[in-house]
């Protein structure tokens, strides 16, 4: 399911999207600061960008998909990235 939102987003914005973080083992995802219940020790997580469009318009195409029910999930930004997770519910950050 992931991936398929982020292969809408590359055809929506005709950029290459830059992947930062996917899965996360638990030691490592402790040692960020990050909580064991993050969707990445999970691997329903991303963390990306698309070349030549900033966070906020990712964030903002990805929110209209879920108002739309193509999309289901946690959508963060960033100020230099996007997240955005499957896990089964909206969260918004």
Known sequence: ???RILDDVR???NSP???SSTFRALPYNRAIGS?????????K????????????KVF???DSLRKQGKAVGGLGKYPSFVHFDTRGYNSTW
């Open 1 to 3: 399911r992931t991936l």
């Open 11 to 13: 055809d929506h914005f």
């Open 17 to 19: 999207l830059t992947i």
């Open 35 to 43: 909580p064991d219940s993050s969707m990445h020790v999970k691997f």
């Open 45 to 56: 997580a991303v963390d990306f960008t698309v070349k030549g469009v900033s966070p906020s």
């Open 60 to 62: 903002q195409y990805i």
